[in-house]
């Protein structure tokens, strides 16, 4: 079956420690997308990539690195510099300018 | 003020009501609409996609967009409790980013 896998599903990080989170999609869409979803804020974007080897910044990338080496994979990493970055963690892609995102199943990031 | 502005409810109906979920939006160039389900700790998924104006149904959800007063609606009808969730609207230009609403969270009692 075809989709975004995200994996770990829950993750627990230490304070100052950088945790890096995977997305790997097998649907050969070009775009990739990783959102933040905070209660009550709905989703933010923390960085896109339209095609590999290539990402833009979304709204909220500061704390934030990605890399796209292969067109299937897109994973992000939260570093020390994010201030607060407990949160869920949604990976997507898309199929070409207009069509759907597809979301993998999430990862909750917990610093303690 | 948001690009895309959703009330976050909660709102809760009884079993069988009609449920009306709303966003409303600034930027009119958008010209592709589409209404999200998630459920609790889940990846959303895709219910409704419209491109433009008009209605579209499909089984007990019908996705209204009226560009002239910026202004999207999914109604449910005969509405259940595997209903409850959180319903996320977004829209986009063509080829940018999805701007997506706050979510408003629906509870469905039986």
């Known amino acids: 079956d075809g989709g975004i896998t995200q994996s770990p599903k829950y993750l627990f990080r230490k304070e100052g420690q950088n945790v890096t989170l995977s997305c790997e999609q097998n649907?050969?869409?070009?775009?990739m997308y990783w959102y933040r979803q905070d209660p009550g804020q709905g989703l933010r974007l923390i960085y896109y990539s339209q095609i590999v080897n290539d990402f833009q910044k979304g709204d909220i990338a500061e704390g934030y690195s990605v890399s796209r080496e292969k067109k299937e994979s897109f994973p992000l990493t939260v570093t020390s510099a994010q201030k607060n970055p407990t949160a869920f963690y949604l990976c997507a892609s898309r199929e070409g300018p207009t069509g759907e995102l597809f979301f993998g199943e999430g990862s909750r990031l917990t610093v303690l | 003020q948001k690009e895309v502005e959703q009330d976050p409810g909660p709102l809760s109906v009884p079993e069988g009501a009609i449920v009306s979920l709303n966003c409303t939006y600034s930027n009119s160039a958008f010209q592709y609409f589409m209404w999200y389900r998630q459920y609790s700790r889940k990846g959303p998924e895709l219910l409704m996609y419209?491109?433009?104006?008009g209605n579209k149904e499909d089984g007990r959800f019908t996705a209204q967009v009226d560009k002239s007063s910026k202004y999207i609606s999914l109604f449910i009808r005969d509405s259940q409790p595997s209903d409850s969730a959180t319903y996320l609207c977004a829209m986009s230009l063509y080829g940018n980013k999805l701007v997506f609403g706050a979510g408003t969270i629906l509870r469905v009692k039986s």
């Open positions: 419209t491109y433009s104006s």
């Open positions: 649907l050969n869409h070009d775009a």
